[in-house]
């Protein structure tokens, strides 16, 4: 199985998996890269996963299902957001066969209030999770629906995933995480080992994902909330209580401002 980031836009990725023959993407923003994708690899179009609304992760869908027709593949989404139909609507503990993989549907609100990720947990290789713009690497989404209190608890329950789980997320904001991750831990050498690793990766015109979720463990400030240096921080921000929603709510609302 072949695991891509597609670069759409100026800083999204359109993930794809597949096996030489089929492909299924998740969130396409934009068909292009997609249909370039399938083009020069050879690949048919057999599934789409959505995590959530927004149009830079569902602006692509209706032009690609020509293509999907081909293969009577379907698109897959969250329930209760408004993504072009036809979707074939997903709630919590679901599964979808994606190229003889069983992916696990876990509903993690806070981004939008019906943002959905998909998870598989493979016995042969590293777990891998699609995440959309729920966690990003060294950071996580706006709070546009949800409140602090979701999304704690959703970043709380990707976090608790296996430590080898490869995360893919929907947008390269790896290194300007990074920036605000310093100001909140400036003393975390894993956070500026992996500044330096992707700082280098950037260079060379790669993408820094996927990252992992003990790397996020490690580095995350908003997988961090109950670590010592982080409350701090957060305190000095108007954090109301060492509880890991008020820290998480005054990192969020800091990072909003944050330059
Ligand atoms: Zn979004
Ligand atoms: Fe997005």
Known sequence: MHLLPLPAFTDNYVWMLHDGHQAWVVDPGDAAPVAAALDSLGLQLA???????????????????????????????????????????????????????????????????????????????????????????????????GTAAQMEASLARLGALPADTRVCCTHEYTLSNLRFAAAVEPSNRERADYTARCEARRAGGEPTLPSTIGLERAVN???????????????????????????????????????
């Open 47 to 145: 599934g789409i996963l959505v995590t959530h609304h927004h149009p830079d992760h569902v602006g692509g869908i209706d032009a690609l299902r020509e293509r999907l027709a081909a293969t009577g593949g379907r698109v897959h989404g969250p329930s209760g957001e408004r993504i072009p139909e036809p979707v074939e609507r997903h709630v919590e503990g679901d599964t979808i066969d994606v190229l003889g993989r069983r992916f696990e549907v876990l509903e993690v609100p806070g981004h939008t209030a019906g943002h959905i990720a998909y998870f598989e947990r493979d016995a042969t290789a590293h777990p891998l999770l699609f995440c959309g713009d729920t966690l990003f690497s060294a950071g996580c989404g706006r709070l546009f629906e």
């Open 221 to 259: 400030p908003f997988l961090r909330c109950t670590e010592p240096p982080v409350i701090e921080a957060a305190r000095s921000q108007g954090a109301r209580s060492d509880d890991a929603v008020d820290v998480f709510a005054a990192l969020r609302s800091w990072k909003d401002r944050f330059r």
